[in-house]
């Protein structure tokens, strides 16, 4: 895979993280690593961004962000209330296309769930992945409610003929409910779709080299790691 979608159930859950756990376990098996984040809302100019805190923890090559709002808002609403141009998913596909031909691995982080709109059009992520015929891999809470949500986002995925690559929990409490760990065994039944890692809470606090050494205890196989889910 040259590009993976990066998208969440929801904001707020551990996308970022994710990504930056993938993207550290890709840089060290010496491929080089584009993160794309196509709208970053909520910050001003010059303060770090995800993309850069993805590059910061991992040691990817590359992060560009394709445009900025200084709202906390879906990215077609803070975009319309700057009085700003948003970033449609036409933009987002050929930013990406033209970052893996540079590069062995493309990584773009969405921002919100995956039907969140990017412009007044209704140009969504999924639409972005559909264009680019890129996986998604989505990232999802531990606990009560996490099934709904990563059953809905499935559905919308496999109706618009978007491949999932899996789920990872992208949050794993370091003491875990009875609805987190019951939700282990649920979580693929609900994607339909693999269970593919598991980030510990706080993994973004770590320095940067520990983050690096032990992102591929939280991934699967499948991304590169050796994580299980039976060790949760």
């Known amino acids: 895979m040259t590009v993976i979608v990066v998208s969440g159930t929801g904001t707020e859950i551990g996308k970022t993280i994710v990504t930056a756990a993938v993207a550290a376990v890709a840089v060290a098996q010496?491929?080089?690593?584009?993160?794309?984040?196509?709208?970053?809302?909520?910050?001003?100019?010059?303060?770090?961004?995800?993309?850069?805190?993805?590059?910061?923890?991992?040691?990817?090559?590359?992060?560009?962000?394709?445009?900025?709002f200084p709202e906390p808002l879906a990215?077609?609403?803070?975009?319309?209330?700057?009085?700003?141009?948003?970033?449609?998913?036409?933009?987002?596909?050929e930013a990406a296309a033209k970052l893996a031909a540079e590069h062995d691995l493309v990584l773009v982080e969405g921002a919100g769930g995956l039907l969140v709109r990017f412009d007044d059009d209704g140009g969504t992520l999924a639409d972005a992945a559909r264009l680019l015929g890129a996986p998604v891999l989505v990232v999802t809470p531990a606990g009560l409610g996490t099934l709904n949500s990563t059953q809905?986002?499935?559905?919308?995925?496999?109706?618009r003929g978007i491949e999932q690559l899996g789920v990872v929990i992208g949050s794993w409490p370091a003491v875990p409910d009875l609805a987190s760990r019951c939700n282990v065994a649920e979580l693929p039944e609900m994607a339909g779709a693999p269970l593919l890692g598991a980030v510990p809470e706080g993994?973004?606090?770590?320095?940067?080299?520990?983050?690096?050494?032990?992102?591929?205890?939280?991934?699967?196989?499948?991304?590169?790691?050796?994580?299980?889910?039976?060790?949760?």
């Open 30 to 68: 010496g491929r080089s690593v584009a993160v794309l984040k196509p709208a970053q809302t909520g910050l001003a100019p010059g303060e770090r961004g995800d993309a850069d805190e993805v590059v910061r923890l991992s040691g990817a090559a590359v992060s560009e962000e394709l445009g900025r």
């Open 75 to 93: 990215p077609a609403t803070a975009a319309r209330r700057a009085g700003m141009a948003p970033v449609g998913p036409r933009a987002v596909a």
């Open 152 to 159: 809905l986002t499935a559905e919308a995925l496999a109706a």
């Open 203 to 232: 993994a973004g606090a770590l320095d940067p080299a520990d983050f690096r050494a032990r992102a591929s205890t939280w991934l699967a196989p499948a991304l590169g790691g050796s994580w299980d889910a039976d060790t949760l």
